[in-house]
């Protein structure tokens, strides 16, 4: 009996020094995984795990896609087995590459910036960029198209870069494809756009694809290939061998059908739907041919008769077609053709049919490069469901000519069978010759115009279009004009728009033969200048209605300027007969008097007065309104509006305002308002406004005050943030002040009752009771000194008293050791801890404080991490600032786990004294130095401490000091 439980002892603690032996390998081997094979037929291959189909988790967490799947076929092909890695994270990928703890990246999308640090293979494949737009849009269809619309962009995407461009084009940011395809098709974006086998197999996945087309061309063709890292041609000459195996063999093919498989298609146009009518008429004869051989057996003869009569009609048909017309398999060999499409080829039926017609009519693009049948919409019209039509393509003639066509391509399906397709097609020479004589065209006229002086308009006034020549930007100084109507309109003085816009549409509704008027029109630099217009409709509708006018534009401003000096001379010719027969008079010199007393008056008082006529111009003001408005003198406002102040922006609502004042004959007395002033800022004014009257009490003007109230405004906004931040102050002090009496008191009354049990049982307890009881009691004096050690330690860092031992420390040791005395803990939660680093890190500094700062990161992380999870440590060589912009080496240590996080309006001030987040101090407890004290410990060592949170859950706190010390 006694060897039988020497036996089972014997087996209990081999279990438990296997136990032991089996977490001491997995502790100090964590890093093991990141170990790369030295097998030299196994490679590892790193990708990303969320660019769907090329990359795509399935559900159980294991990479699938395109590029799983060809870099399979492509090391099988060498000889080679892979080892995965992938993360969501692109720069983590990366970032294994540039470490050596991968070989190679099996889908790297190719940029000029990338081949500075990597070598591309052979492309493994090529995705336009499309535009997609619900089923529905008809108004999107190019590049050009999406002005003004809105689109929807994946952040920071190739796309999104390439779009930024054009400031015309409204971006509506997305994180995802996903998010992007939903928020075209709930219509919140009219268009999106993507490469387009992605967005493809989404649809299709999401079952979208009825939903929504492609349109127009793609903007461009991006490419995708494998890489290594920078002079790696050894494997790089592997893959590209590899990848020309797989392409040769089929196996490529293969694999793209697999993922690629389909195929979105834009909406049909008219000449579509006639294609698609004649044919399904064509085959509906057909189909009831069949039905009446197949039902009526007694007129079986008959029917063959019918039927081939029905057969000749139909060829026929093809045959006095005035298109030309041909039919593929579902290989792309020819199995009919028409005498025009034989007329158009210059070959003969004999030598078309059961030809793979690709090679010999369609075999090259314009500029005679070879056309790759993959890339033919006839030969891939496998994978349509409907009609597509081209018209930027040309055909070959067998004497080695081509001529440009626009065709219509058909597939023709029987069930989920594709039989073939139908090819309906025609030259377009003629066409396209008019399209260039229109464009010559169009450029001399433009040539004619911009070789005249004066300035040549040309509006389409239906869409509001205007075209103008050279001359006309020229008399305005300004080469950026839109070219529409409202450019122009926007331009004409306020007080000569009225009459000029009225004499316009007089001319538009025919009630006069022609427009010519005299107005005034902004130039670049601000003035008006005086111009001549003229112009007629020269086009209407059959209801009388204008459709275009053309014009001119002619600078009078010297003649109106000559005017001005004539009336100005004459003028002051008068002057000079009134001041020779006529004496100023007393009254006169006392009432300039008055004016300028009046002036000096108002140029005294601290307050802006301003007063204006009945049409809200200025009549004039005291200086300090002048300034305000950009002007020296208050006498160059006169005359003047809103429109020509500093505050331009807000003339409109300050004439609403006044105008308001004016109608209602009521005054408007010390409101609030804000106001742009000449340089450019803003200021906050309380203002005062009053109607003027005539002598018989009607209204004439406006009178108005303001005072600036910036500096009472900016006062009241500083007392309410130190109201707030001394309330927050208080609030936390008043927290840590009965955080800390509850943690002073819990051990102390720890002490005093176990010290009072043990005097009061000294005689009666047993020796182990006692002990207990010390044992309590040193750890309640424990945490109490522990208590009283953070203050101590904050008070001295705080006093700048610490003294610090700054020696070389290995930083990884250092944690090392942090860990084993936190073992017991993560035990107890069974958590896991990872130490990533690649070298020997060393530093100079404290080891004792610096090793406080890592037990108190660790502990915290262990005290909100969720069980079995686990807590990263990671450290890396890293640059670092000082305070006088000296830059050093330095080491940055980070503790990751996967806890609740840190709201981010806290991510600073939870390192303030007496603060804990808002997330965690009702449950953890603790008094809110710790993080304080890890802080003034930092910066002893001239460091920085700073925490983030992890998309997803969790936060990480890092640090870094200088590695020679301070």
């Known amino acids: 009996m006694q060897k039988k439980k020497f036996r089972i002892k014997s087996i209990l603690v081999i279990v438990v020094l296997i136990a032991f032996l089996s977490s001491f390998l997995l502790v ?18 790193a990708s990303s795990n969320n660019f769907p189909p090329i990359n795509i988790l399935d559900d159980n967490h294991e990479l699938n896609g395109f590029g799983r799947d060809l870099s399979e076929a492509v090391l099988k092909a060498i000889d080679a087995e892979p080892v995965r890695k992938h993360s969501s994270q692109w720069s983590t990928v990366i970032e294994w590459l540039a470490s050596g703890k991968a070989d190679f990246i099996h889908d790297t999308g190719y940029t000029k910036d990338r081949e500075a640090y990597l070598d591309f293979t052979l492309p493994i494949i090529e995705m336009p960029e499309v535009i997609f737009v619900k089923s529905e849009q008809v108004n999107i269809n190019s590049l050009a198209s999406l002005k003004g619309k809105t689109v929807a962009c994946v952040d920071k995407h190739i796309t999104h870069l390439y779009l930024k461009q054009f400031p015309e084009i409204h971006c509506h940011i997305v994180k995802t494809p996903v998010e992007g395809l939903f928020t075209l098709i709930t219509g919140n974006a009219d268009a999106f756009v993507y490469p387009k086998q992605i967005i493809e197999y989404l649809a299709q996945e999401l079952n979208l694809t009825y939903k929504m087309k492609i349109v127009g061309e793609p903007l461009r063709v991006l490419t995708w290939s494998m890489t290594v890292k920078k002079g790696n041609h050894a494997l790089l000459s592997r893959l590209n061998k590899g990848i020309k195996i797989v392409k040769s063999s089929g196996e490529y093919e293969r694999i793209y059908k697999k993922w690629f498989g389909y195929r979105l298609l834009s909406g049909y146009s008219n000449f579509e739907v006639s294609i698609i009518f004649t044919t399904v008429i064509i085959f509906s004869i057909l189909l009831s041919a069949i039905t009446v051989f197949i039902f009526l057996n007694k007129k079986i003869r008959r029917s063959r008769n019918k039927l081939r009569s029905l057969n000749k009609h139909n060829k026929l048909l093809l045959e006095s077609a005035g298109k030309g017309i041909y039919g593929i398999d579902s290989k792309g060999y020819c199995t009919f053709v028409n005498q025009a499409a034989t007329n158009l080829f210059g070959y003969s039926q004999e030598e078309l049919i059961n030809k793979f017609i690709h090679e010999v009519t369609h075999h090259c693009y314009v500029d005679g490069t070879f056309y790759c049948s993959d890339a033919c919409p006839v030969c891939n019209s496998i994978r349509n469901i409907d009609a597509i039509t081209i018209s930027n393509e040309v055909f070959w003639r067998k004497d080695g000519t081509s001529f440009p066509v626009e065709y219509t391509v058909a597939p023709i399906w029987e069930g989920k069978n594709h039989l073939g397709s139908i090819v309906i097609f025609s030259d377009i020479t003629e066409r396209k010759q008019m399209e260039d004589q229109l464009r010559e065209s169009e450029e001399k006229y433009r040539l004619a115009m911009d070789a005249s002086r004066d300035g040549l308009w040309d509006w389409n006034v239906t869409t509001g279009t205007v075209q103008y020549n050279s001359s006309w930007h020229a008399i305005l100084d300004e080469k950026d004009i839109q070219d529409d109507y409202n450019s122009w309109e926007s331009r004409i003085f306020p007080a000569d728009k009225s009459p000029i816009l009225n004499s316009l549409r007089s001319h538009l509704n025919g009630e006069n033969s022609s427009w010519f008027e005299e107005y005034r029109l902004l130039k670049a630099d601000g003035t008006y200048i005086w111009v001549l217009g003229r112009g007629k409709v020269v086009d209407r509708d059959s209801q009388g209605l204008p459709l275009r006018m053309v014009g001119t534009m002619t600078d009078i401003s010297r003649q109106k300027q000559a005017e001005e000096e004539l009336v100005h001379h004459r003028d002051h010719l008068e002057e000079l007969v009134k001041e020779q027969i ?100 803003m200021k906050w004014l309380q203002t005062s406004k009053i109607p003027l009257h005539d002598i018989d009490g009607n209204v004439i003007g406006v009178l108005g005050t303001y005072e600036d109230i910036s500096e009472r405004k900016q006062a009241e906004e500083q007392l309410k943030i130190a109201k707030d931040t001394a309330l927050k102050a208080n609030q936390a002090k008043s927290e840590f002040l009965a955080n800390m009496s509850h943690e002073l008191r819990t051990p102390m009354h720890g002490i005093l009752s176990f010290s009072n049990l043990g005097m009061s049982r000294l005689e009666t307890a047993s020796k182990d009771k006692l002990g207990k009881y010390f044992q309590r009691i040193n750890e309640s004096g424990s945490r109490l000194l522990f208590l009283i050690n953070d203050l101590l330690d904050l008070s001295k860092l705080e006093a700048g008293k610490m003294n610090f031992k700054f020696v070389e420390s290995d930083i990884v040791e250092v944690i090392r050791s942090c860990v084993e005395e936190q073992k ?106 710790g993080l304080s004290i890890c802080q003034e410990i930092i910066k002893g060592h001239q460091g920085k401490l700073w925490a983030e949170n992890i998309v997803g859950g969790g936060s990480i706190f890092n640090f870094i000091i200088p590695v020679e010390g301070r």
């Open 824 to 929: 017991a803990r993560l035990d107890a939660m069974h958590l896991k801890v990872t130490i990533d680093y690649d070298t020997a890190m060393t530093a100079v500094c404290d080891t004792i404080r610096i090793g406080q700062v890592i037990t108190n990161l660790l502990s915290n992380a262990i005290k909100f991490s969720p069980e079995k999870s686990v807590i990263q440590i990671k450290i890396k060589p890293k640059s670092l600032t000082l305070p006088e912009d000296k830059i050093v080496k330095g080491l940055e240590l980070s503790v990751a786990d996967n806890g609740t996080g840190i709201p981010d309006n806290e991510l600073e001030n939870i390192f303030d004294k007496f603060i804990q987040s808002s997330k965690t101090k009702a449950n953890t407890g603790g008094t809110g130095l």
């Open 582 to 681: 006529t004496d100023l008079t007393t009254a006169k010199r006392n009432e300039e008097v008055s004016r300028q007393m009046l002036q000096l008056v108002l140029d005294s008082i601290p307050v802006r007065v301003f007063w204006k006529d009945k049409e809200l111009n200025y009549l004039g003001c005291n200086k300090l309104f002048a300034e305000d408005a950009g002007y020296l003198d208050s006498k160059a406002l006169i005359g003047k509006t809103d429109l020509e102040m500093a505050w331009r922006d807000h003339a409109e609502f300050y004439q609403v305002d006044d105008q308001l004042v004016m109608e209602s004959n009521k005054e408007k007395v010390a409101y609030e308002e804000q106001q742009h002033t000449s340089d450019g800022s």
């Open 28 to 45: 100090d081997f964590t890093n093991a995984e990141a170990v790369k094979p030295d097998k030299k037929n196994i490679l590892v291959v």
